[in-house]
């Protein structure tokens, strides 16, 4: 007998308490404005219905618990997560995006974020933070409807926001693109980093893997390549070992060009995927270790266009897949 499980993405954008200054050019919620930004995003979780779901953009944890309450189908479930690390140089508490998880799956063992960059991974001499992530991937632990144990690995990555030094200005074509330059830099380093960690624990044990968030970039991106671990040597039969797949193009079809309005968010007029769910060979049809597959990938985005006021400015990456 087949089981389904159901895993998702949500950048929630911003979630904060009401009254947080968050950035220069963001102003702080109002309660008002809370009030209706729990509501929708619980509002949300509940259309997903999934079991696990990986989120970014949460400043607050209270405030994600508040979001829980006000659900229908998640009051009980698991929430994962951590307040942010305090600022390396003056240990100063610090009010950054970071991610989360909840899930309805049992867990087993207490959730892990990778704050540091493995060794041999780090960005140019000089640069912010040049030995760690900016949002701190989150790894859990959680136990399949046929008791095996899965990898979950919840990222966000460097967004394409020029990265600019104090005292540069935006008007200047050269500071522009050098701004751009520290961002992909700064992305591409987070995508070695994550790689490494992925690798070390595949040597420690295979098993299941799902990595899910907001990568910041398209799946056939250098910096997404990386994540999935695409074009490696390996022995024959072991092509499959150790890779990341994309879930859209491992469902029944196909359907890699994402003709059906998948995408999650509107840049310049254009239609985009940037937030991704990866799964091992576990879940790869062609692997002879197949505990499942994809069944189908599903984008809730309906919010986008027009975007509501208290909505994300992310679509919702919604996988079913079926276990075996």
Request: with cysteine; aromatic share 6%.
């Amino acid at each position: 007998m087949q089981q389904e499980i159901r895993f998702a993405t949500f950048n929630v954008c911003n979630l904060s308490q009401p009254g947080a200054k968050l950035y220069d050019n963001l102003a702080p919620l109002t309660e008002a404005e809370y009030e209706a930004k729990v509501a929708w995003t619980a509002q949300q979780l509940d259309a997903l219905d999934a079991d696990v779901i990986g989120l970014q953009e949460i400043f607050s944890l209270p405030a994600l618990r508040e979001v829980l309450a006000k659900t229908t189908r998640y009051r009980e479930a698991t929430l994962a997560g951590f307040e942010p690390p305090p600022d390396p140089v003056t240990g100063a508490p610090r009010l950054t995006p970071e991610v989360a998880l909840i899930t309805r799956l049992p867990l087993a063992a207490p959730p892990q974020a990778y704050i540091v960059f493995p060794d041999g991974v780090a960005l140019p001499e000089g640069s912010r933070d040049a030995d760690r992530f900016a949002r701190a991937p989150l790894h859990v632990q959680v136990v399949l409807p046929n008791q095996q144990i899965a990898d979950v690995i919840v990222i966000h990555l460097k967004s394409k926001r020029p990265d600019y030094r104090n005292g540069d200005v935006g008007d200047d074509p050269m500071l522009h693109a050098q701004a751009n330059l520290r961002s992909l830099i700064r992305r591409g380093t987070e995508a070695v980093a994550l790689r490494a960690l992925l690798s070390a624990l595949d040597k420690e044990q295979h098993r299941p893997r799902v990595v899910l968030g907001d990568f910041n970039d398209t799946v056939d991106a250098v910096t997404t390549h990386i994540v999935m671990g695409a074009g490696k040597a390996c022995e024959p039969g072991e092509e499959l070992r150790g890779q990341l797949f994309d879930s859209r193009q491992l469902q029944p079809g196909g359907d890699g060009g994402y003709t059906d309005g998948g995408y999650t968010i509107t840049h310049d007029s254009r239609l985009m995927t940037i937030d991704h769910v990866l799964v091992s060979e576990e879940f790869h049809p062609a692997s002879p270790r197949a505990v499942g597959e994809v069944l189908q990938v599903s984008y809730l985005n309906a919010h986008l266009q027009p975007q509501l006021p208290e909505a994300s400015d992310h679509g919702q990456v919604l996988v079913t897949l079926s276990m075996y």
